[in-house]
């Protein structure tokens, strides 16, 4: 409870931080928008000419991207700065969290919010009522409650994926090249159907890296993209969840290896 | 003349060695690069594949053709992408306030930067993009362009490579007057991104983005150095290509010789 409320503290301090820069704010969300647009246009070009990839037209590859973009912006606005645990790690500034009186992780992860996430988040719900529209989605309240825990889940694990990286610094003191390869590779994956990509690189991401599970699974449940849709297919929510424990075990014993060498 | 092209030459050496003990140092990230490399290529791959199952004839190029140009999008960003070049350097220089440094040395500004930008770039051609490209060949079983393909991709890889210098370099100047960098950087990125024909060839643009793709520099980039490798510019239209990437080499070289002339004006009335 006490955390939760420090928390709440942390962030409004950020908030207040960045209020400050507006002209800042804003190229930065029209930025987020220009490279979404990039994307979905390359995206619209590829499917212009070619009509269909795989059974996904335009519209549910339209769905697929806001699905991934909805996440990433929720995850974004409060852990984008999960990478600079390296530079933090390599000038000594971490360890200030360590002597004062609450959680490491707490006061890194309160230290700042981001914006770009807000333009994700934007171009997702945008993107997301124009598909719905187009595909003309009947769900009923099962499927809503089931998409916005997919969407929370996806956050999760994207949010957990980053959290892995980050902490491996703590063995490594260089972890943001991984981090961003790994960035790089998931933003390819999540703007096509997985299931074109081969068996190998399928079971490559659903059991290793498993970012099929932020919008591709979703997506074939909710849109019936599959002929017959699998138990697993809807494992979004236990995936995020056991790849969170993963995450906060690697970087407890992270932060105890860091404050036993004493560096 | 004569004299200093012998040290420019020196130097310019000096520069590569140097950019190579700096790369042997972060083995790890290099080898992570390569398997991301190799993770790329490999998926845009079975992108392709996927498009062309469902449509075989719209590309205008066969399959083989088309691949082998997605894998070469891929392995060239090893080297063309902005993050390689000096505007990075340059800005950091401006923010700890050492950059009269640079400008002072005894060796022309955009010599010295070009220099050490040469030196970076030849190594991670060496070993990062001509061991992905090997492998790819193997692996995907890519096709071997004809000789004469095969000259004018290099000499128009060349050519894209001096032309990705300048357009990073004018960015680099420019961060000198706007004290920041990451929006400029990030627009140039996205413009980059989606006129260069890295990831989806130009000739498949509807017809109006096909002409502004056409006025742009930003074609000689990607582009035009894998459409001659795939042999879609061939014999007089090759050499059409090629001179439009040196016209623009030309122009952005002049652009960037004013600039820099203003900009430093600038820098030294402000002392820095």
Same mark, same amino acid.
């Given at each position: 409870?006490?955390?939760?409320?420090?928390?709440?503290?942390?962030?409004?301090?950020?908030?207040?931080?960045?209020? +400050?820069?507006? /002209?800042?704010?804003?190229?930065?969300?029209?930025?987020?928008?220009?490279?979404?647009?990039?994307?979905?246009?390359?995206?619209?070009?590829?499917?212009?000419?070619?009509?269909?990839?795989?059974?996904?037209?335009?519209?549910?590859?339209?769905?697929?991207?806001?699905?991934?973009? =909805?996440?990433?912006?929720?995850?974004? #606005?409060?852990?984008?700065?999960?990478?600079?645990?390296?530079?933090?790690?390599?000038?000594?500034?971490?360890?200030?969290?360590? #002597?004062?009186?609450?959680?490491?992780?707490? +006061?890194?992860?309160? @230290?700042?919010?981001?914006?770009?996430?807000?333009?994700?988040?934007?171009?997702?719900?945008?993107?997301?009522? =124009?598909?719905?529209?187009?595909?003309? =989605?009947?769900?009923?309240?099962?499927?809503?409650?089931?998409? /916005?825990?997919?969407?929370?889940?996806?956050?999760?694990?994207?949010?957990?994926?980053?959290?892995?990286? !980050?902490?491996?610094?703590?063995?490594?003191?260089?972890?943001? /090249? /991984?981090?961003?390869?790994?960035?790089?590779?998931?933003?390819?994956?999540?703007?096509?159907?997985?299931?074109?990509?081969?068996?190998?690189? +399928?079971?490559? %991401?659903?059991?290793?890296? &498993?970012?099929?599970?932020?919008?591709?699974?979703?997506?074939? #449940?909710?849109?019936? @993209?599959?002929?017959? #849709? +699998?138990?697993?297919?809807?494992?979004? &929510?236990? %995936?995020?969840?056991?790849?969170?424990?993963?995450? !906060?075990?690697?970087?407890?014993?992270?932060? @105890?290896?860091?404050?036993?060498?004493?560096? | 003349?004569?004299?200093?092209?012998?040290?420019?030459?020196?130097?310019?050496?000096?520069?590569?060695?140097?950019?190579?003990?700096?790369?042997?140092?972060?083995?790890?990230?290099?080898?992570?690069?390569?398997?991301?490399?190799?993770?790329?290529?490999?998926?845009?791959?079975?992108?392709?594949?996927?498009?062309?199952?469902?449509?075989?004839?719209?590309?205008?190029?066969?399959? *083989?053709?088309?691949?082998?140009?997605?894998?070469?999008?891929?392995?060239?960003?090893?080297?063309?992408?902005?993050?390689?070049?000096?505007?990075?350097?340059?800005?950091?220089?401006?923010?700890?306030?050492?950059?009269?440094?640079?400008?002072?040395?005894?060796?022309?500004?955009?010599?010295?930067?070009?220099?050490?930008?040469?030196?970076?770039?030849?190594?991670?051609?060496?070993?990062?993009?001509?061991?992905?490209?090997?492998?790819?060949?193997?692996?995907?079983?890519?096709?071997? *362009?004809?000789?004469?393909?095969?000259?004018?991709?290099?000499?128009?890889?060349?050519?894209?490579?001096?032309?990705?210098?300048?357009?990073?370099?004018?960015?680099?100047?420019?961060?000198?007057?706007?004290?920041?960098?990451?929006?400029?950087?990030?627009?140039?990125?996205?413009?980059?991104?989606?006129?260069?024909?890295?990831?989806?060839?130009?000739?498949?643009?509807?017809?109006?983005?096909?002409?502004?793709?056409?006025?742009? *520099?930003?074609?000689?980039?990607?582009?035009?150095?894998?459409?001659?490798?795939?042999?879609?510019?061939?014999?007089?239209?090759?050499?059409?290509?090629?001179?439009?990437?040196?016209?623009?080499?030309?122009?952005?070289?002049?652009?960037?010789?004013?600039?820099?002339?203003?900009?430093?004006?600038?820098?030294?009335?402000?002392?820095?």
């Amino acid at each position: 409870m006490r955390n939760i409320r420090l928390y709440g503290q942390f962030i409004r301090v950020a908030v207040l931080g960045k209020v +400050q820069y507006k /002209a800042d704010f804003l190229v930065g969300i029209v930025s987020v928008l220009i490279l979404n647009a990039v994307n979905l246009s390359l995206i619209g070009i590829l499917v212009y000419n070619f009509n269909t990839l795989g059974n996904w037209n335009i519209w549910d590859l339209l769905f697929l991207y806001s699905f991934w973009m =909805l996440s990433r912006g929720i995850y974004g #606005v409060f852990f984008w700065h999960l990478s600079d645990l390296e530079e933090m790690i390599v000038s000594g500034t971490f360890d200030a969290y360590l #002597v004062r009186p609450a959680s490491p992780f707490l +006061q890194f992860i309160g @230290k700042d919010i981001s914006y770009t996430g807000v333009g994700d988040f934007l171009v997702g719900v945008l993107g997301f009522i =124009l598909a719905a529209a187009q595909i003309g =989605l009947h769900w009923h309240i099962g499927q809503w409650v089931y998409f /916005a825990i997919c969407v929370l889940s996806g956050a999760l694990i994207q949010v957990a994926i980053n959290w892995i990286g !980050a902490s491996l610094c703590f063995w490594t003191t260089r972890s943001n /090249a /991984a981090m961003y390869i790994t960035e790089r590779f998931t933003v390819l994956m999540q703007q096509y159907p997985v299931n074109i990509f081969g068996r190998y690189f +399928q079971i490559f %991401v659903t059991c290793f890296l &498993p970012v099929a599970f932020i919008n591709y699974y979703p997506s074939v #449940v909710l849109l019936g @993209k599959a002929a017959e #849709v +699998q138990l697993w297919q809807y494992g979004a &929510p236990v %995936v995020a969840f056991l790849l969170l424990a993963i995450a !906060a075990f690697i970087w407890s014993k992270g932060v @105890k290896r860091y404050a036993g060498t004493g560096n | 003349m004569r004299a200093s092209n012998g040290i420019s030459l020196r130097t310019g050496a000096a520069f590569l060695r140097n950019e190579f003990y700096n790369m042997s140092i972060y083995r790890v990230s290099f080898w992570l690069n390569f398997i991301y490399t190799f993770l790329m290529m490999y998926s845009v791959g079975y992108v392709w594949r996927a498009l062309y199952a469902a449509n075989p004839s719209v590309a205008g190029v066969p399959l *083989p053709q088309m691949i082998s140009y997605a894998v070469l999008g891929v392995a060239l960003e090893a080297i063309l992408h902005p993050r390689n070049g000096p505007q990075r350097y340059i800005m950091e220089q401006v923010r700890k306030g050492t950059i009269e440094m640079d400008i002072m040395k005894p060796i022309d500004f955009q010599f010295y930067m070009l220099a050490k930008n040469m030196g970076g770039i030849s190594v991670r051609f060496l070993f990062l993009v001509l061991p992905s490209l090997i492998a790819a060949f193997f692996l995907f079983s890519l096709e071997l *362009p004809s000789l004469p393909a095969f000259l004018g991709f290099l000499c128009s890889l060349v050519f894209s490579v001096i032309v990705s210098f300048f357009l990073n370099f004018i960015l680099g100047l420019l961060s000198m007057v706007t004290m920041n960098i990451r929006n400029i950087n990030w627009g140039y990125n996205a413009l980059l991104r989606f006129f260069s024909g890295q990831m989806v060839p130009l000739w498949i643009f509807p017809s109006a983005l096909g002409v502004i793709s056409d006025i742009l *520099p930003f074609r000689c980039i990607y582009s035009i150095p894998m459409s001659i490798y795939i042999g879609n510019y061939a014999g007089l239209d090759m050499l059409g290509a090629l001179g439009i990437q040196f016209a623009w080499i030309l122009v952005l070289w002049l652009a960037s010789r004013l600039l820099m002339k203003r900009v430093f004006t600038r820098v030294m009335i402000q002392g820095g």
